[in-house]
Structures are given as C-alpha cells and as structure tokens.
C-alpha cells in the first residue's frame, strides 16, 4: 500500500507501445481465485481515461468476463471505434499469456447543459456515521478495501442454505478504505462492490461469477468529484435466478442525494 492509494497502484498501467499498456494484478484486490470483477472493470476503464484521444467522459461501460486472471502482469489492448461531435466509441482487451482475459466497451461523451429531470430518488436512510461498518469473515481481500455500513439487507452467510430464501435487496453505505476522493475510475469498481445477490438469497457461498457488466455512468465530472470522500449510498436488488444465472441491479447514490451511477449484471452460478 505505498506509493498511493491501493485502488490507484491496482490500476496503474504504464505504456508499451501506440495503444497497449502493461499492468500488474493487485494482492489489495485480490478474490477467491482472481482480481475482483470492480477492480478489472476499473483497470478496463482507466485505459481509457487516460487516453490522449479521449474526448469526453465515460457515459457507459460494459465488462465481460471471459476467462480467469492470474497473478502477474497483463496487457492492454486499447483502439478508438468511431469518434463523433457528441460520443466516443472504444473497445479494450484485458491480455494474459497471449489470450482474451477480459474485454470492454466504453462509450464517452461532451456532457452539455440541457433539459434535465430526475425521476428516481434515494431511499430514506440514517447518516452514514449512525450505522455501523460489518466487517465480513471471509478471505478476500478486495473485502477490507471497501466500508460496509448496511441500512438494510446484511448479508449472513453460513455453511448451509437458508429453508426460506432471503430477499435479495440491500441498501447500504459504501465507501473506500483507505478513504479516496470519489472519480469515475473508483465508482466503476464500486458498481461491483457488492456480494452476488445468490450468496445472500441462499446464505451460503456458491460457485459463481460475473460473466458481463455494464455500469452507466448519470452524473457529471463535477457532481462526482463534488462528493469528495464521502461514502455512497448503495441501492442492490436482483431480479430472478434460473437456470444457472442471476440478474443484479446496483444504484450509487451520492452523500446529497445525487444518481452517481447505475449497473445491472448477469452471473453464472452452479447450485
């Protein structure tokens, strides 16, 4: 953890030739038997961000998980789709030992002053500092990177499944630790900051994973940086599970009770 906050020494990628960059997994954000999906989704993202050529900011991001990541290095593979007055279109792909890993699709944007409207409103929660963090008992790092403080819906995990499935919903605050001003690389990583919805419908753990995810991106440069490191209130649901996948929504609401962002994912289970 020297040299800068973990999120940035995890996503930190240095140049390699016109549109490639090399990077290294991070122990910080390490899962069961990979990089968490938050911290892979940032990586994609800060290609991007951090492109000359980029125009914009990130209005959308979607990540697909292909295959295992393994510790060491990777390669990314950046190229600019199409460029217009108003959107930006890139594909990225996360490379180890020659084959696909990961890819994503970013799409920028020149946000503008226009008509707005803001139908959807954050849930009634107490302040942040009235609730207390939980702490999970589970060997995962990306785990201790992240402040819990759940409103509703904690997660209570054990050896068998539940006779009754568990509703799905949380509503919780979120923050990084060490605390980190909030920008678009860290809200795409905080989009999957949260446990798959199966584990806490079933109450045990099960083999799954994220196969693809896309987070939108609803505010601006300066409402995000606004937020400074105040934690974000987190809105997590799901659908339906059948057949072997499982739908999740995630809202991130800002401390002022601005729409930050908003992502819907599919994961594969085996139950």
């Given at each position: 953890m020297t040299g800068g906050h973990p999120l940035d020494i995890a996503t930190r990628l240095a140049p390699v030739g016109d549109d490639r960059f090399s990077g290294h997994t991070s122990e910080d954000y390490w899962n069961f038997a990979g990089p968490f999906g938050g911290i892979t989704a940032a990586i994609l993202l800060r290609a991007v961000v951090d492109h000359p050529r980029r125009l914009g900011s990130p209005v959308a991001l979607t990540?697909?998980?292909?295959?295992?990541i393994a510790r060491g290095a990777f390669e990314l593979v950046v190229s600019e789709q199409r460029s217009g007055k108003s959107t930006q279109h890139w594909s990225v792909s996360l490379l180890q030992g020659g084959s696909v890993a990961a890819t994503a699709s970013v799409v920028c944007g020149v946000r503008r002053p226009t008509w707005a409207h803001a139908h959807a409103m954050r849930p009634v929660v107490p302040p942040a500092d009235a609730v207390t963090p939980v702490a999970f008992a589970v060997p995962s790092n990306w785990l201790q990177r992240?402040?819990?403080?759940?409103?509703e819906g904690t997660p209570v995990i054990g050896a068998a499944p539940?006779?009754?499935p568990a509703d799905p919903r949380s509503v919780l605050w979120l923050s990084d630790v060490p605390d980190r001003t909030l920008d678009v690389v860290s809200l795409a990583a905080m989009a999957d900051a949260f446990l798959l919805r199966l584990l806490q419908?079933?109450?045990?753990?099960?083999?799954s994973s994220t196969v693809s995810m896309t987070t939108y991106f609803n505010a601006t440069d300066d409402e995000v940086r606004a937020q400074g490191t105040a934690p974000l209130c987190?809105?997590?649901d799901c659908r339906r599970f059948n057949a072997g996948f499982h739908d999740q929504?995630?809202?991130?609401?800002?401390?002022d009770g601005t729409l930050l962002a908003s992502s819907v994912q599919v994961v594969w289970y085996k139950d």
């Open positions: 990540v697909n998980f292909c295959a295992a992240y402040r819990f403080r759940f409103v539940r006779d009754v419908v079933r109450g045990m753990f099960i083999p987190g809105v997590v929504t995630v809202e991130l609401w800002g401390s």
